[in-house]
Structure formats: C-alpha cells, structure tokens
C-alpha cells in the first residue's frame, strides 16, 4: 500500500496536494470477488469543484488517478462518482459506474460499484472509514 500512497502522491504533485483536501479511505467490509478495492484516495479541491479518485482497480486499468464528479456535497456527506473501463487478463471488457459517499458525521465511507455495458453485469459495495489530509 506504501507504493500506491506514494503513486498517488507523485500523480497528484505537490502543488494540487496543498489546495485540496485528500480522503484516504480504508475499507473495512466488503465482499470476496468484488470490484470495491481495500483502499480509496480522493483529491477533492472544493475551490475548483474537482474530484481526483485513485484505487487499486484504477491502478491495475490505468496506473494514475483518474477525474470524477463531485456528486453532492452538503452539511451531512459529500459523494464523488466516477466511471472504469477495465479488461481483465481474459480480455473480457467491462464498464463500472462507482460511487463513494464520505459521511462527515462520523468519518464513514460506503463505496458502490455498478457494472454493466460490458461482459460482466453485478454490483458490489463496501464500508470503511476515511481520514482527511
């Protein structure tokens, strides 16, 4: 996980890391064979209204963070969504819609992935907790 925390920082560079608030999100619970990964990173700048999402998937499909969407960010929670294409090592293709709701209440996360459009059909999610850098 040391590499991917240092990926993430080399990715995002120092300058984007000081304007933003980065969610690194552990997850804690979640099903065996699923696409949720154990660990979740957000780089969200509320000034520009910019979310940056990198994860173990992202890594394996891309190796680099990736754009999302900040879906909602109010008093109680903020959710980010962002979109995977991904091919296994079968050459089977597969399109990801994912969701991460952060709760401010108590630092919670709940991560939810929808796959469809692709050879796979399911959906998958996971609960944790999240620290703010």
């Given at each position: ?78 959710a980010f969504s962002w979109p995977v294409l991904y091919t296994n090592t079968s050459g089977q293709h597969a399109k990801f819609a994912f969701r991460g709701t952060y709760f401010k209440a108590d630092h ?26």
């Amino acid at each position: 996980m040391k590499k991917l925390t240092l990926l993430l920082a080399f990715a995002l560079g120092s300058g984007a890391a000081q304007a933003a608030t980065i969610f690194d999100c552990k997850i804690t619970s979640r099903p065996a064979g699923g696409y949720v990964t154990d660990r979740y990173f957000f780089e969200y700048d509320t000034n520009a209204g910019t979310v940056l999402v990198f994860d173990g998937l992202i890594k394996q499909a891309l190796g680099r963070p990736i754009s999302g969407t900040v879906s909602l960010d109010n008093g109680a929670q903020t959710a980010f969504s962002w979109p995977v294409l991904y091919t296994n090592t079968s050459g089977q293709h597969a399109k990801f819609a994912f969701r991460g709701t952060y709760f401010k209440a108590d630092h919670t996360v709940l991560v939810t992935a929808v796959v469809g459009g692709g050879e796979y059909r399911g959906s998958w999610e996971g609960r944790g907790t999240c620290s703010l850098k």
